[in-house]
């Protein structure tokens, strides 16, 4: 790697592809992925970009990824916790299968990872961690209560995560998009969609390119003062 590495998990598709296309026009990036990935090193240019399946919901397997690419690359400037499922059900609905791969898959996975590559992050005195978290964190929805609990679990590890790196130059910050155009959004019904779109001050849904531009610039240099911060990223639903 001729420049500073970041890890992008759960980047083969959606909100996560872009994360990587944005983010390797500035650094080399490593991206995981579970489905839908690709398995070669791909060079795009100068780009610099590597893919590796992981099963983010195993901590045996997190473990020993991470450990080759501290082995491989030394220690990442930046990860950016992307990762994560749906599993959506009214509450009384949901099995415990379901509710423990949803906090395994958004939650638990920060956890795994962190353990192992903060650490080298602290000893070379600079970086960011980057969790991407949803406005369903903070505004309920009907049918993601496991989903809800899991991003509003990923604000509350930011703030305390801030004051624990703080001294060691990491900054700590969420990511919460509201409704974005992706695949996801892309296969709602007409009607649906159309309803959610007016509900939202802005009239449009956000795009992955908006989210991932603000990704790109908590890690820059002008924001190396912002830390401990959830920004908000969903066209003024959630005001």
Known sequence: MSRKWV???????????????????????????????????????????????????????????????????????????????????????????????????????????????????????????????????????PGQSAYAASKAALIGMGHSLALELGRFGITVNCLLPGFIETDMTAALPGPRKEALRKSIPLRRFGTAQEVAQTAAFLLSEPARYITAQSIIIDGGMTA
């Not at 970009?49 to 030394?74: F, M, N, P, W, Y």
């Not at 994560?84 to 990872?113: A, E, F, K, P």
């Open 7 to 141: 890890l992008v998990t759960g980047g083969s598709r959606g909100i996560g592809a872009e994360l990587v296309r944005c983010l390797s026009r500035q650094y080399d990036i490593v991206f995981t992925w579970l489905n839908n990935g690709q398995e070669e090193t791909q060079f795009t240019g100068t780009d610099w970009i590597k893919s590796i399946q992981c099963d983010g919901r195993s901590e045996q397997q997190v473990v020993a990824t991470a450990e080759q690419l501290l082995r491989e690359h030394g220690s990442p400037y930046a990860i950016v916790h992307n990762s994560g499922i749906c599993r959506d059900s009214l509450h009384i609905h949901q099995s415990s299968d379901s509710w423990q791969q949803v906090m395994d898959s958004n939650l638990n996975t920060v956890l795994y990872w962190n353990r192992i590559l903060l650490p080298a992050m602290m000893l070379q005195g600079e970086g960011a961690l980057l969790l991407m978290s949803s406005v369903s964190g903070i505004k309920g929805n």
